[in-house]
């Protein structure tokens, strides 16, 4: 398995992997994540998978850039400037094996070779797995939002 930063031609196979994450605890849909939503991700090289040695993505996350987030007052003064991770998805049958936590810390990795202080991740509010897996590599709860017509729980970490 490797992780490498993902290309216009990864678009098809990942939104594919996010319409088969609907239904799911995240409540994505058709429209979100969406082809814009890649194109965004991709422009500032901010969108990462993973792949097997058959080329095909096994998990996908960015690193996202939403002023409605960064505007949140529960984020830790200290930390600035922090980044923000979204859109962690490993393909369902590839699930339970760590991948989740290696995703996150290679985007960890990119922040900090950026200069961040810290990372930030919004959580929907009943996701247990990814609560227990963010706790697990050193996320804390610092807050809950309402944001996009959902309720989150904000978690952050110090690198």
């Known amino acids: 398995m490797k992780i490498i930063n993902a290309t216009p031609k990864d678009k098809e196979e990942l939104l594919s992997l996010y319409h088969a994450m609907i239904g ?9 994540p969406d082809e814009n939503t890649i194109v965004f991700d991709l422009k500032n090289e901010d969108l990462f998978v993973m792949k097997n040695d058959k080329k095909e993505i096994v998990a996908t ?12 007052t529960c984020w830790r003064a200290d930390l600035a400037p922090s980044g ?30 950026r200069g961040k202080k810290g990372v930030h991740i919004l959580v929907r509010e009943g996701h247990v797995v990814a609560l227990s897996t963010y706790a697990k590599i050193g996320f804390e709860t610092v807050g809950e939002c309402d944001l996009f017509d959902k309720h989150f ?7």
Request: with cysteine.
């Open 24 to 32: 799911g605890p995240c409540e994505w849909s058709e429209n979100y």
């Open 153 to 159: 729980v904000c978690m952050e970490r110090e690198f």
């Open 84 to 113: 923000e991770l979204s859109r962690l998805c490993v393909r369902k049958d590839m699930q339970g094996q760590g991948i989740a936590k290696t995703m996150m810390n290679y985007a960890c990795d990119v922040l900090k070779s």
């Open 61 to 72: 996350i960015s690193i996202d850039h939403d002023d409605a987030v960064e505007a949140l």
